[in-house]
């Protein structure tokens, strides 16, 4: 495996990214994507438009062809954390099946809670598919995290992470700490 290493020069401050802004993610059906994220998530809805008719340059900006139908676009705050800009489009060539975190352009969305175990009941007794339970990291950089991942309706992977207030095994060993909403 090739190392890995930070940079030794840093860019100029007012070019470099304050923070993750918004995660952007295309839904097969908007209104369960919103109905989702705000019952078992507690998600805002803060605003949806559309449908739009895409021309040349919002297909170009948006790696699609002319002509494609963005059908809604929905904007969610997540309580102090990064918003979701949902994406609902109809195209021609549109795939359904998710990619898997193992695919290049695999992800997955990370929500901090402060009691994993609860939230986790919350989401089962919701009737969201969880993938598999609870898991606690023991040792390592994580030592002390809880996570589980779960399912949106379509598929979507999310996770549920739990960091213990004395910071993980890395942040007590080195004094630098993850970032965490709120």
């Not at 994406?87 to 975190?101: G, I, S, T």
């Not at 598999?132 to 994580?142: A, D, K």
Request: overall charge negative; some cysteine.
């Amino acid at each position: 495996m090739r190392a890995m290493s930070n940079p030794r020069s840093a860019p100029a401050p007012a070019t470099v990214p304050r923070g993750v802004q918004h995660v952007g993610l295309t839904v097969p059906d908007m209104v369960q994507a919103v109905t989702f994220f705000v019952e078992h998530l507690g998600c805002e809805l803060l605003f949806c438009e559309g449908p739009f008719t895409l021309g040349a340059s919002s297909a170009q900006a948006h790696q699609v062809d002319a002509g494609t139908v963005l059908v809604k676009l929905g904007m969610l705050r997540c309580a102090a954390g990064a918003l979701l800009e949902l994406f609902e489009y109809r195209a021609v060539d549109q795939r359904a099946d998710p990619v898997r975190n193992v695919d290049n352009g695999g992800h997955h969305i990370a929500f901090q809670v402060d009691d994993i175990d609860a939230a986790a009941a919350r989401l089962q007794a919701g009737g969201v598919r969880l993938c598999g339970q609870v898991n606690r990291s023991i040792g390592g950089p994580f030592e002390g995290l809880g996570w589980l991942y779960f399912l949106a309706p379509w598929g979507l992977q999310l996770e549920l992470v739990q960091i213990p207030s004395q910071g993980l095994g890395y942040e007590r060993s080195s004094g630098r700490r993850l970032y965490q909403p709120g």
